[in-house]
């Protein structure tokens, strides 16, 4: 399944990089769209399962491509210069609101993991 899952990751950023013929502007936005549904598709899984070794890295990996292709995209554009204040204010603000939100969920994770530590474990 992880095969099958790799294999559709790849295709779909080969066909945004290598098969579509997108400006660089495009290919970043596209890339960044993609990223950014598979980091929340990643993160759905690590709240769903109990294995979470995998998904919560990939989860914050595909955040940060996401994250990164938007302000290139923003950087590449063609837009007038308050437009492009104006998206990587947007977009500071988004970034910082999700690094919050980790911030919160580590702190939660924290605490339960020193809630369990101490309960004793009878046999």
């Known amino acids: 399944m992880g095969a099958l899952g ?49 998904a919560r890295p990939l989860a914050g990996g595909f955040f940060v491509i996401g994250a990164a292709s938007y302000y290139g995209s923003i950087f590449t554009g ?10 990587l204010i947007v977009l500071s603000i988004l970034v910082m609101i999700v690094l919050a939100a980790i911030f919160v969920m580590a702190r939660d994770a924290e605490k339960d993991a020193i809630r369990k530590a101490s309960r004793r474990h009878i046999p």
Do not use: H, N, P
């Not at 066909?15 to 990643?42: C, H, K, M, N, P």
């Not at 007038?80 to 104006?86: C, G, M, P, Q, R």
């Open 6 to 54: 790799a294999i559709l990751l790849v295709s779909i950023f080969g066909y945004i990089l290598f098969i579509a013929r997108l400006r660089v502007d495009e290919q970043l936005w596209w890339t960044g769209f993609a990223s950014l549904i598979f980091a929340l598709g990643f993160f759905m899984l690590y709240a769903l399962t109990q294995d979470r070794k995998i």
């Open 78 to 87: 063609g837009s007038s210069d308050a437009s492009k204040l104006v998206y």
